[in-house]
């Protein structure tokens, strides 16, 4: 399975933000899968966004007081984040990540810049 | 939420030298642990989970170990690709969590 995120680079503060990652090799659908998302703010470590289940169940980073949205697009084979009213905070490099566990993640993107500006 | 920190933050090694990498969990996570290499562009590459379990396809120079708090990573004698930097992930709890990261750089 292999997985390349998409979105703007740019997103105006207060404004939502939206990737989608594209999924290859396999389906988005499959019995067991579970896709995350993850992102790295500057010069810190990576933070865990949540998950969308292959039955559709989410799960999130309470850290985000319900910001965010996971979603799956059987159609187009993909999965999409949502996060809305961004701040500066929210500049990092955002990860999708899947995984036949909720436990770790393998695969993943190679990452998207976003940046917040104001 | 569990919060893992990872020591040293930085390493300067030669190639062919030993290097163990540490992460320390707040509470205690069982062997709920992985590590993970993320070389700069590249997608992050899962290496071990359940702190011992080597990932498909990951060379038998990496190794972990620990339970309970206290893990640890080592590459047996690094090569040339394995400068990076490498984070441990909890899967104990919800959220799931990530150290900081320890970058090995060449010396």
């Known amino acids: 399975v292999h997985l390349q995120e998409s979105g703007p680079g740019l997103v105006k503060a207060s404004e939502t933000l939206s990737l989608t990652c594209s999924v290859s090799?396999?389906?988005?659908?499959?019995?067991?899968?579970?896709w995350s998302w993850i992102r790295q703010l500057p010069g810190k470590g990576l933070d865990w966004i949540g998950h969308?289940?292959?039955?559709?169940?989410?799960y999130f980073n309470p850290s985000l007081k319900s910001r965010a949205t996971i979603s799956v697009d059987a159609s187009n084979n993909q999965f999409s984040l949502t996060l809305t009213s961004v701040t500066a905070a929210d500049t990092a490099v955002y990860f999708c990540?899947?995984?036949?566990?909720?436990?770790?993640?393998?695969?993943w993107g190679q990452g998207t810049q976003v940046t917040v500006s104001s | 939420e569990v919060v893992l920190t990872q020591s040293p933050g930085t390493l300067s090694l030669s190639p062919g030298e030993r290097v163990t990498l540490s992460c320390r969990a707040s509470?205690?996570?069982?062997?709920?642990l992985a590590w993970y290499q993320h070389r700069p562009g590249q997608a992050p590459r899962l290496l071990i989970f359940?702190?011992?379990s080597r990932a498909s396809g990951i060379p038998g120079r990496f190794s972990g170990s620990g339970s309970g708090t206290d893990f640890f990573l080592t590459i047996s004698s690094l090569e040339p690709d394995d400068f990076a930097v490498y984070y441990c992930?909890?899967?104990?709890?919800?959220?799931?969590?990530f150290g900081q990261g320890t970058k090995v750089d060449i010396k």
């Open positions: 992930q909890q899967y104990g709890n919800l959220p799931r969590t």
């Open positions: 990540a899947g995984t036949v566990t909720t436990r770790w993640f393998d695969p």
């Open positions: 359940g702190a011992s």
């Open positions: 090799g396999g389906f988005v659908t499959s019995d067991g899968y579970h």
């Open positions: 969308v289940s292959y039955n559709g169940a989410t």
């Open positions: 509470e205690t996570i069982s062997t709920y």
